[in-house]
Nanobody, 123 residues
Framework: QVQLVESGGGLVQAGGSLRLSCAAS????????MGWFRQAPGKDREFVAG???????SYGDSVKGRFTCSRDNAKNTVILQMNSLTPEDTAVYYC?????????????????WGQGTQVTVSS
């Protein structure tokens, strides 16, 4: 079973940037799609971004053009670069590993989850 640990969350002003990292250990990383999700209080978990092992990425509509997802298979890490942040981006951000090689935004396709990291954007 792979373990996922997120880091890089924090408090930032609107318009600022944050870089989230996800470190994977203890399981197979390189073959499977990886995803970032977020959950704000009182809201459903939302797909933010994901990337296949070959580096093909996909983004939720609300973050397109602002967020960039990348991965380093040799280092078992996934990065989420977040720019032009707004208060609506405030949430707990989770890294997850899919069951699948292909990428989907369905949380049900992801079997391993990190503990989450809080991102707070002040206005």
């Amino acid at each position: 079973q792979v373990q996922l640990v997120e880091s890089g969350g924090g408090l930032v002003q609107a318009g600022g940037s944050l870089r989230l990292s996800c470190a994977a250990s203890g399981g197979t990383f390189g073959l499977f799609a990886m995803g970032w999700f977020r959950q704000a209080p009182g809201k459903d978990r939302e797909f933010v971004a994901g990337i296949t092992w070959r580096g093909s990425s996909s983004y939720g509509d609300s973050v397109k053009g602002r967020f960039t997802c990348s991965r380093d298979n040799a280092k078992n890490t996934v990065i989420l670069q977040m720019n032009s942040l707004t208060p609506e981006d405030t949430a707990v951000y989770y890294c997850a590993r899919s069951h699948l090689v292909s990428l989907t935004g369905d949380p049900g396709a992801f079997g391993s989850w990190g503990q989450g990291t809080q991102v707070t954007v002040s206005s």
